[in-house]
């Protein structure tokens, strides 16, 4: 997820003729010891070719933005983090047989009757789903094959081949997978807890003995891939889910799109795959990997259920991937203070630089921190790890749409400004150089409700104006520029709808659940229109005085056919309470979502100067 600058290492392909370029795309899964084709990172495709050494993929991004688009009441969450891979075939049911010619059917019509919507993504919608015969739920997928190159097929043939190997109570399962004509459907378990991390922040009580059992469902999941020679290399806090919302309900891992199959503790180059904050030293040395690398994941991951902020984070991407490889991480005072040592020692063996000394996930559930919680791990309440860790997951929830416009344009340098503000930290500031800066000392997101009344205009219209990369910009045609300038008008007409105060106005072009940071929230993400309205009814409808609003360099990033992503600069001048003209400055970016033909505004975030009429 992003952690994420815009400035990235480039990496070398482990066969030195292979040649990328990059085309627009979704995710997949990579192995560089396949035949020439495609090979999909992040949101950008990697067209692979026979020739020389070329300029080989950067890291992957995971295609974060897919999920931010998707509105999903957290059923099936995992299938929505799955679908950021490109679909491609699977074979209706024995895994023996070849996806390469399916057999058109009518085995899902017949068989399943299909409910509401879930989520949706580009190539893919999510429904809920129940079989006849048994009245049993799942969460279908339903893929739409014409859409889909012969390339994309093999992609999901291997994450199905992945899926069905798996069978564990940790894991989310892939029950059925049926082609029918122009169609294909994944049957998974419906899983409707949301996430593990999403919960934690809910409960009233939460100790180090309950981060011991989270990690051992974790571990007992790894454990059972490895057992399989599988290798998930996407292990983060989004693709830990729980299988429903009763109270102890099962942790289940889910999302196998960048999933590898090895031979035994075979370690080979497979590829530079994976989220920033949770990548391994070995991958970042470009160096021979394998089952290691989920283990070293599983230590990030440990580290924040302890504390609630990650163990590796710096705003610049290059520094973070320095302190992973040199295992830069400590355990500052004071809120370690009360972990116990046997917490920390488990941390360091996964968190152990050389892969082959890293604990294995059969050796840690043997950890006494792990099989004897009941009388290792410390049972007190751990306040100020729920607190960190809601601002953690709140971070979160923005990286997707921030990086997404990333990927336009890497010399965006105000939206890189904030994407690294609001990455993987909400640790508090100490005296170590690798400390992550509070929120508390960054300008704080201004209030999407409570701008001045403006003149909307905007400047160069997305593109990146003045980059030194430009060459490598490819033409787009007449239809993506068509729907950019659509997302730059709806911008435009909601920011008008704020300036004159028009609430009525205002909630035709916002999503019911719009979700935005509020400096008057104190750092929360504020969902809903209620907050809001107390500043329509109460400051914006009471203006007077003239305000001017420039919009620069505006940034438009289409995701699929129904959401867009728009980041751009801010300028806003306006006379002060002493007559005096004033201008301000400030980066956002919103995230709009197509529903039945209409633009909505789904999400929105803002980094600058304060809210120029509030002073």
């Not at 751990?382 to 979160?396: D, I, P």
């Not at 939206?415 to 993987?424: P, Q, V």
Request: with cysteine; charged share 25%.
């Amino acid at each position: 997820s992003v952690g994420h600058s815009s400035d990235r290492a480039r990496e070398e392909p482990s066969d030195r003729s292979l040649l990328y370029r990059v085309t627009q795309g979704e995710k997949g899964l990579t192995r560089q010891t396949e035949a020439p084709g495609v090979v999909q990172l992040g949101k950008r495709r990697w067209e692979r070719e026979r020739g020389e050494a070329g300029a080989a993929p950067e890291e992957e991004e995971e295609g974060e933005t897919q999920r931010k688009k998707e509105k999903s009441s957290g059923c099936c969450h995992y299938l929505l983090l799955s679908d950021s891979l490109q679909p491609a075939r699977c074979e209706r049911d024995s895994p023996g047989t070849s996806m390469a010619t399916p057999q058109t059917c009518t085995r899902f019509t017949d068989e399943y009757q299909l409910y509401e919507e879930l989520g949706k993504g580009a190539f893919s919608v999510v429904r809920r789903c129940v079989k006849k015969s048994s009245s049993q739920e799942y969460a279908a997928k339903i893929i739409n094959t014409k859409k889909l190159s012969a390339r994309d097929h093999q992609k999901l043939e291997r994450e199905a081949r992945i899926c069905r190997l798996l069978k564990h109570p940790n894991i989310v399962r892939l029950h059925d997978s049926i082609s029918e004509e122009g169609f294909h459907y994944l049957l998974f378990d419906l899983v409707t807890g949301g996430e593990l991390f999403e919960d934690i922040v809910a409960r009233e009580y939460y100790s180090e003995a309950d981060a011991s059992h989270c990690i051992h469902q974790i571990l007992e999941s790894v454990n059972h891939i490895h057992q399989h020679d599988i290798v998930h290399r996407d292990l983060k806090p989004e693709n830990l889910l729980l299988a429903s919302k009763c109270k102890g309900a099962a942790v289940k891992l889910a999302d196998f799109g960048l999933a590898i199959e090895v031979q035994g503790d075979q370690q080979a180059w497979f590829g530079f795959a994976g989220t920033p904050g949770y990548l391994s030293p070995e991958v970042l040395r470009k160096d021979p990997y394998g089952k290691p690398v989920d283990i070293w994941a599983c230590g990030v991951i440990l580290y924040i259920l302890l504390v609630g902020y990650p163990p590796f984070w710096d705003e610049d991407q290059h520094k973070l991937y320095q302190q992973i490889k040199a295992g830069a991480y400590d355990f500052p005072s004071p809120e370690w203070d009360t972990v116990t040592p046997e917490a920390k020692n488990l941390i360091n063996q996964m968190l152990t630089i050389n892969p082959a000394k890293r604990i294995t996930a059969d050796q840690a559930l043997k950890h006494p921190w792990v099989c004897q919680r009941s009388t290792v791990a410390s049972m007190m309440h751990r306040q100020e790890t729920v607190e960190c860790l809601r601002k953690f997951n709140a971070r979160r929830k923005l990286k997707g749409a921030i990086l997404t416009t990333m990927l336009v344009s890497r010399n965006f340098s105000a939206a890189k400004s904030l994407l690294n503000k609001k990455t993987d930290g909400v640790k508090p500031q100490t005296n170590n150089k690798n400390s992550i800066v509070s929120p508390a000392k960054e300008n704080p997101p201004l209030q999407a409700s409570m701008e001045p009344q403006t003149t909307v205009v905007h400047n160069a219209t997305d593109g990146i104006k003045g980059s030194t990369e430009s060459c490598n910009t490819t033409t787009e045609d007449e239809d993506l520029k068509v729907r950019k300038q659509e997302i730059i008008k709806i911008t435009e007409q909601l920011i008008e709808a704020i300036n004159n105060g028009d609430f009525e106005a205002y909630t035709k072009i916002c999503d019911p659940g719009l979700t935005s940071f509020e400096p008057e929230a104190l750092g929360n993400l504020v969902e809903g229109m209620d907050f809001h309205k107390f500043y329509f009814d109460n400051l914006l409808s009471k203006h007077t005085k003239p305000i001017h609003t420039t919009i620069l360099n505006p940034h438009v990033h289409v995701i699929g056919e129904d959401a867009a992503c728009i980041a751009y600069i801010r300028l806003t001048q306006y006379i002060d309470a002493q007559g005096r003209p004033r201008t301000t400055q400030s980066e956002e970016t919103r995230v709009w979502y197509r529903r039945d033909g209409k633009w909505l505004n789904v999400h929105y975030h803002c980094s600058g100067a304060p809210a120029a009429p509030l002073q």
